[in-house]
């Protein structure tokens, strides 16, 4: 069953924080994180493993809450290049590897 | 450069028509996948392959094909039996193992004619 994103859209002024949720209705062994310009590929941004580490990379930080099978994801001081649409793509235990479900994705601008 | 190709950019399907989109990886990674992405939506997996001469069906596989004869190449045909078949089709691979991230090509954009 697909993640839930939330929310779908945010739009932000430069300098400014946001929070993107990803929520599952299973248990969640791992998360991606990525970031799609339009009419581009996805970039990978992190990854989140059960029992791991919040991750960061550059001023974008995440965390993995496993008693609420969510990942939150937090841009902080945001900068125009940070806009793009964001997906979470989960995987619920081991044996499912790299075979992700994707969310539907946030669309975030971020005005000068 | 290591990385993923695909081609064509852009590609045009008449009706009862079958066509292949092309993936081809440089990265020596093992597992590759196919998704398929329409307006404002997320990716939804058709099929991957986690090694050479073999791979399983995604979420939407119905209507699609795939072979995985060489490491480097993982082709997607879509059949005619695909009846809503324009949209943006994006190839990614990555190495095997947990949390190990995917590397995607710039897509394919297929609409029928």
């Known amino acids: 069953q697909q993640p839930v994103q939330s929310p779908q859209a945010v739009i932000l002024r430069e300098g400014e924080d946001a929070v993107i949720n990803c929520s599952s209705s299973k248990a969640l062994y791992s998360v991606h994180w990525y970031r799609q310009k339009h009419g581009e590929a996805p970039v990978f941004l992190m990854i989140l493993l059960k029992g791991g580490e919040q991750m960061r990379h550059e001023k974008i930080s995440a965390s993995f809450n496993e008693k609420k099978q969510q990942s939150s994801l937090y841009l902080t001081a945001s900068q125009l290049s940070y806009s793009g649409t964001y997906f979470c793509g989960t995987a619920p235990d081991k044996a499912a590897g790299n075979k992700l479900t994707f969310g539907g994705g946030t669309r975030v601008l971020v005005k000068p | ?113």
């Open chain 2, 1 to 113: 450069d290591g990385g993923i190709t695909q081609s064509p950019k852009y590609l045009f399907r008449k009706e009862g028509q079958n066509v292949t989109l092309s993936c081809e990886q440089n990265l020596n990674h093992d597992a590759m996948y196919w998704y398929r992405q329409d307006p404002g939506q997320g990716l939804r997996l058709i099929y991957y392959s986690q090694i050479v001469n073999d791979f399983q069906k995604g979420d939407i596989a119905e209507g699609y094909s795939v072979s995985r004869e060489k490491k480097e190449s993982f082709p997607l045909t879509v059949t005619s039996a695909q009846k809503n078949p324009t949209a943006f089709y994006l190839c990614a691979s990555s190495f095997q193992g947990l949390g190990q991230p995917q590397h995607f090509g710039d897509g394919t954009r297929l609409s029928i004619l």
